[in-house]
């Protein structure tokens, strides 16, 4: 069953590379949808997957890439995509 879930990533997440690393994770899992920093300093994902490719995911999102610092990881498994997502990009800051 497809899932729809917001990743929000508190720490050292912003200026180390972790959008473009978690959009080549998203495509080796095979998780759809988009991530993007926040003004808060954040680094917020959407992501859609079967429960396997989530957790995998979001396991990964934990960590991040060499040089991020992860403090905190939120999750909002309840989160509703209006449509069904295609791929994994990277968006423009929010």
């Given at each position: ?12 997440v ?12 998203a ?35 934990r ?17 509703q ?14």
């Amino acid at each position: 069953m497809t899932a729809t879930w917001q990743i929000v990533v508190h720490g050292r997440v912003q200026g180390v590379g972790f959008r473009a690393a978690c959009v080549a994770e998203a495509r080796k899992i095979g998780v759809r949808g988009w991530v993007r920093n926040r003004r808060d300093g954040t680094v917020e994902a959407i992501a859609q997957g079967d429960a396997a490719q989530l957790l995998a995911f979001c396991e990964w999102m934990r960590h991040g890439p060499p040089g991020a610092q992860v403090s905190s990881c939120d999750v909002d498994k309840a989160w509703q995509a209006q449509t069904p997502l295609v791929g994994f990009e990277q968006r423009g800051s929010l």
